[in-house]
């Protein structure tokens, strides 16, 4: 593994809470020009330029690539993807970060499931963490959805919830490390989690610079704790081709519990051996190339 990665610079991006997330993608359409019939006595100009049938044949088809659309898990908001997005933008990938709402399985589930109503044409679904939970329940139902990637994620079979898949085996850290403060909101309110400062780094972050998983926890976005203990519905990875990527040092979810979700899944895994559960952050090129793979074998 390289020396430790550092978040890049232009601050924080992972934990900001204002998220530039694109309002359309554009879908390129290929068009071949028209050729005229020819005349009874053509040019030589007009012969030498009109294509052969068999050469207008040969020409490359040309489809548009899959949206990627990116879920984050608790403890984040969608900017901890940007260093991903860069990249799969740079693959000409159109990708739309979502704004996990970490309010709820069922309503998270929803919101990512109406946008994907929205979008045209093929998508690969990607869940971090707890986000992986949402789109397992996300993607039923959806035939645009041509594979799921989980990235150091929850993938539950029905009734299953994140907190019982945590215990799953030994080895985490994320429950004695959880901070729980009440809410209100108008109508009610609930108790959200957060990961406690002092733990952060060792919890979720190992492999990334002190001083960015300082600002990291001080900017964390919480989960309602109803979220992780909400039972899941059908499992989308049953029938929807699926990509597991392991990290490896994972003190949040259990490199085993991982490995287990991944093989149950029949997912196409990858093991990033010194990997913290914020792989996304620290390893990005591994992520993004995972998702490269997916959308590819979906083609």
Same mark, same amino acid.
């Given at each position: %593994?390289?020396?430790?990665?550092?978040?890049?610079?232009?601050?924080?991006?992972?934990?900001?809470?204002?998220?530039?997330?694109? &309002?359309?993608?554009?879908?390129?359409?290929?068009?071949?020009? /028209?050729?005229?019939? !020819?005349?009874?006595?053509?040019?030589?100009?007009?012969?030498?330029?009109?294509?052969?049938?068999?050469?207008?044949?040969?020409?490359?088809?040309?489809?548009?690539?899959?949206?990627?659309?990116?879920?984050?898990?608790?403890? @984040?908001?969608?900017?901890?993807?940007?260093?991903?997005?860069?990249? $799969?933008?740079?693959?000409?990938?159109?990708?739309?970060?979502?704004?996990?709402?970490?309010?709820?399985?069922?309503?998270? @589930?929803?919101?990512?499931?109406?946008?994907?109503?929205?979008?045209?044409?093929?998508?690969?679904?990607?869940?971090?963490?707890?986000?992986?939970?949402?789109?397992?329940? =996300? @993607?039923? +139902?959806? /035939?645009?959805?041509? &594979?799921?990637?989980?990235? /150091?994620?929850?993938?539950?079979?029905? +009734?299953?919830?994140?907190? /019982?898949?945590?215990?799953?085996?030994? +080895?985490?850290?994320?429950?004695? =490390?959880?901070?729980?403060?009440?809410?209100?909101?108008?109508?009610?309110?609930?108790?959200? +989690?957060?990961?406690?400062? =002092?733990?952060?780094?060792?919890? %979720?972050? &190992?492999?990334?610079?002190?001083?960015?998983?300082?600002?990291? &926890?001080?900017?964390?976005?919480?989960?309602?704790?109803? !979220?992780?203990?909400?039972?899941?519905?059908? #499992?989308?990875?049953?029938?929807? #081709?699926?990509?597991?990527?392991?990290?490896?040092?994972?003190?949040?979810?259990?490199? !085993?519990?991982?490995?287990? %979700?991944?093989?149950? @899944?029949?997912?196409?895994?990858?093991?990033?051996?010194?990997?913290?559960?914020?792989? %996304?952050?620290?390893?990005?090129?591994?992520?993004?190339? $995972?998702?490269?793979?997916?959308?590819k074998a979906t083609d």
């Amino acid at each position: %593994m390289p020396g430790t990665p550092s978040v890049p610079p232009h601050g924080n991006r992972w934990f900001h809470r204002r998220v530039a997330i694109p &309002a359309a993608l554009a879908v390129a359409v290929l068009t071949v020009p /028209a050729v005229s019939p !020819a005349s009874s006595a053509p040019s030589v100009s007009s012969v030498s330029s009109a294509p052969a049938p068999s050469a207008v044949a040969a020409q490359p088809r040309h489809t548009p690539k899959p949206t990627v659309v990116l879920v984050h898990g608790a403890f @984040a908001d969608s900017s901890g993807w940007s260093e991903v997005v860069a990249r $799969l933008r740079h693959d000409g990938y159109p990708v739309i970060a979502a704004a996990n709402p970490l309010r709820g399985l069922d309503s998270d @589930a929803a919101y990512v499931s109406s946008l994907l109503d929205s979008i045209p044409g093929p998508v690969i679904l990607v869940g971090h963490s707890y986000g992986g939970e949402v789109i397992t329940n =996300a @993607a039923v +139902g959806h /035939a645009n959805v041509k &594979a799921l990637v989980y990235i /150091a994620a929850f993938a539950p079979d029905q +009734g299953e919830s994140g907190l /019982a898949l945590v215990g799953l085996h030994p +080895g985490s850290q994320l429950g004695e =490390a959880l901070v729980v403060r009440p809410y209100a909101v108008a109508g009610g309110g609930g108790a959200d +989690g957060y990961v406690d400062p =002092a733990k952060f780094r060792s919890v %979720m972050a &190992a492999d990334l610079r002190r001083s960015d998983t300082e600002l990291l &926890a001080a900017q964390q976005r919480p989960v309602d704790l109803a !979220a992780l203990q909400a039972p899941s519905g059908e #499992p989308a990875w049953r029938t929807i #081709p699926s990509w597991y990527l392991v990290a490896g040092s994972d003190r949040a979810i259990p490199a !085993a519990t991982e490995k287990f %979700m991944a093989r149950r @899944a029949a997912a196409h895994t990858v093991v990033v051996d010194d990997a913290s559960h914020l792989v %996304m952050l620290s390893h990005p090129g591994r992520v993004e190339n $995972l998702i490269v793979q997916a959308a590819k074998a979906t083609d």
